[in-house]
């Protein structure tokens, strides 16, 4: 199944989910390399200083060829800083555009942005119209299920998404403060999903091909958008594209080649200067690949240097991983 939005089709309806300090080109281009994904997302960016970003530059917007399509994801928290910040996703060639609406994190909320923002529904209306004024891409939001459970405001606030002009929505299926650890409330996606005639995505605790499966019988939702455990397992895009899409099979997955081109490619498009903080992020959830994972993270993040962490690496998957593995 392909979604299709005006001239973007997503195929297949598997997403990648804007993530901080890991969702970068480095990341993005491992998994088109891999396959099976439909849309990637930038890490989250800020409106105002959008418009004064040098793409060449700037390691949030640095991005190689084939990193299509990819959605730019917006953080705002004022109407007026819209218009200017789309201005210049048109300029870097965003294939979408996405509103972040849900993120809890206390730096971000004293902004006023992510699900600060969401609290305030006029304030909301105001961001997604002067979005949808703005461009023509295809313009999606994520959310999360709202500050408590309450289907009368979850509701209410979706539909008024949808009738400013959404295109799709994207729903993580927990509450505002509620931690990773919680199980995702696919239920409450399914609701969305009724309520809704725009289509909808599924986040939150997909893991595996069976999570995968589970996410969308119970949800019924059009497509589902990977977090977490993209860093960890980025071949787990190709994996639900074969099991559930029909997309081509894996036959093997050599970790340690994958970690390898992780670093090649941040070598070759990052200043220096952030090489090394990229690679200890990625290698928190890298390593739990391994059941003695967690010894390669904490010497990874002790290392110094990029090539002291790759002395560190290479002893790890001598001792741990020999070469390639079985697909999944």
Known sequence: MDLKLGNL?????LVLAPMVGVGHSALRTIIMELGGVGLLSTEMLGARKLPHSNPLYDPFLIKGDMEHPLSYQMLVANPEDVAPAMDAL???????VDLN??????????????????????????????????TTLPLSAKIRLGPELSEEKLRAFCLMLE???????????RLQKEPFVRRARWEWIAKVKEWLTIPVIANGGIFSVEDAKRCLEISGADGLMIGRAAPATPWLFAEIAHAIYGGPALAVIDRPAIYRRFVAILEERFPP????????????????????????AMAIQRSESVAGAMEVAEAFFARHDRGAGLAG
């Open 273 to 296: 200067g952030r090489h090394l903080g990229r690679l200890k992020e990625f290698s928190h959830y890298f390593s739990k690949n391994y059941p003695f994972g967690h010894h390669l």
């Open 9 to 13: 089709t997503i195929s297949p309806p």
């Open 163 to 173: 009738g400013e002009g959404l295109d799709y929505l994207t729903v993580h299926g």
């Open 90 to 96: 048109h300029r870097l060639g965003a294939d979408a």
């Open 101 to 134: 609406l849900g993120c809890p994190a206390p730096t971000v909320r004293r902004t006023g942005a992510g699900s600060k923002l969401a609290e305030d529904s006029d304030l909301v209306r105001q961001v997604v119209a002067a979005a949808r004024r703005a």
